[in-house]
């Protein structure tokens, strides 16, 4: 098996052909953390849950400072938020509770002037959650005079905390993020809310129903394979701007370009690269997903994939060769008054600002492809063939063939893989380096039981 090297320099067929993780194996485990409910059972695969105990389940969510690295070979300098005492991570811990939970969330703002020359208070918000407190207190805006200071009471730097609650009253998939700070001392840019979520200081929110870890909302159509999980947090990067902030230079917001497009803060090809791969420290969410075929009875739920965007323009998600079955958005089931069924079918997942959508999704096998039942078309001979990196040798799920002379493929059992990425072709790019950014694929695995490795 070829190795993984971390990802350098601007040559990324390169490094996609060193992206032989696809379903790795090779890694190894992450170091212990609050974790639970990834797909498979190493947590490689799949939404990554941090969990607390339900009904009062209490997380402490702490500001942090650190780098990332972007598919160019570059590096970020981001804040973000780590639950407890954990080494900083980008995007936050994914907070997985249950509907009617009472959460408790206490902020910690460890950014100090030390790490940052000027250091930001920094609030919390929760979109579409009510009844929000802030030490006791409602949470609302913060003012000084006329002037909005931050969104939310804010925790000074150097340590400052603010413990907000909440009931978890519906079920759903929400963004957290900075709602901004305000600085003892006066306003300064750094706590604008818009910079500060810009700089990473966002996460997502799993509201999980009544009915069930198994469904979306307490609706049987809304059921899905608790196996098959996952979560892509959008969000986009100038770098000119968290380059201002790490000098504690000003940025006018009126440049603001950016330049990165991430899924769960990779780019392709980390995207797809196993939940806390080693070589990408404060990146510890993947996004590939790794679904078996539809089968009524061995596999008759569908897959899901909780979709948040934290950009600043629509990003057009698309997952090729399937359409996804749209069940919910920002926190809503998509049903009447009246439980009318407004689920609908979609062929690119148009996820604008600040929203969430939730999809469900299958594989068919419809022309029930076998060697018994060959494609409809001649293979062309071997040497004619032009391969992909993927690509198993036969047009089969689950059957492996001899590969060209010289050709390596990374197909392991047989297995699909299809391509799933954001459809304006711009943002899936690097800073110009094009087929980066928030590219991932969705694998099909044959059926169980197969060769795969588990
Ligand atoms: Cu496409």
Redesign the pocket.
């Known amino acids: 098996m070829l190795r993984f090297t971390r990802p350098r320099g601007r040559a990324w067929l390169s490094l996609l052909a060193s992206t032989a993780l696809v379903s790795g194996a090779l890694l190894a485990p992450p170091a212990a953390r609050p974790t639970s409910a990834a797909t498979l059972a190493n947590n490689r695969v799949g939404m990554v849950c941090t969990t607390s105990t339900s009904p009062n389940p209490t997380f402490t969510l702490t500001t942090k400072r650190g780098y990332i690295n972007l598919p160019d070979g570059t590096t970020a300098y981001m804040w973000g938020f780590s639950e407890g005492t954990g080494a900083f991570q980008h995007p936050g811990p994914v907070l997985c509770v249950n509907e009617g939970d009472t959460v408790t969330i206490v902020l910690k703002n460890a950014l100090t002037n030390s790490i940052t020359p000027k250091a930001p208070a920094v609030s919390l918000v929760f979109p579409g959650q009510v009844g929000v407190t802030a030490d006791g207190a409602p949470s609302q805006p913060q003012f000084s005079g006329t002037t909005l200071l931050s969104l939310a009471q804010a925790a000074q730097p150097g340590g400052g905390t603010v413990t907000y609650s909440f009931t978890a009253s519906r079920p759903g998939t929400f963004l957290y993020e900075s709602g901004g700070g305000q600085a003892t001392g006066g306003s300064t840019f750094y706590t604008n809310s818009q910079i500060q979520v810009r700089m990473g200081l966002f996460g997502a929110l799993v509201v999980r129903p009544s009915s069930g870890a198994n469904f979306a909302y307490d609706g049987s159509e809304t059921r899905f394979n608790p196996s098959t999980e996952f979560l892509a947090l959008l969000s986009e990067i100038d770098p000119y701007l968290n380059a201002a902030v790490q000098k504690g230079k000003a940025f006018n917001l009126n440049s603001y370009h950016p330049r990165y497009w991430l899924i769960n803060g990779r780019g392709f090809p980390d995207s797809i690269a196993d939940n806390f791969a080693s070589w990408l420290p404060s990146q510890p969410y993947g996004s590939l997903a790794e679904i078996h075929p539809y089968d009524a009875t061995a596999n008759p739920y569908p897959s899901i994939d909780r979709f948040l965007s934290v950009g600043t323009e629509d990003y057009p998600f698309?997952p090729?060769g399937n359409n996804g079955k749209v069940i919910g958005r920002d926190g809503a089931a998509l049903e009447g008054p009246a439980g009318q069924d407004m689920t609908f079918d979609e062929f690119v997942v148009n996820v604008g600002p600040g929203q969430t959508w939730d999809v469900l999704f299958d594989w068919r096998d419809a022309e029930s492809y076998s060697p018994g039942n060959p494609v409809p078309a001649s293979e062309p001979n071997l040497q004619n063939l032009t391969v992909g990196m993927f690509y198993s040798g036969s047009p089969y799920l689950g059957a492996q063939e001899p590969m060209p002379p010289g050709i390596s493929t990374l197909n392991e059992c047989g297995e699909f893989y299809i391509?799933s990425?954001n459809?304006a072709l711009y943002q899936i790019t690097s800073w110009g380096v094009n087929m980066t950014g928030p590219i991932t694929y969705t694998r099909v695995d044959p059926p169980l039981p197969n060769n795969c490795p588990a």
């Open positions: 698309h090729h391509i990425h459809h």
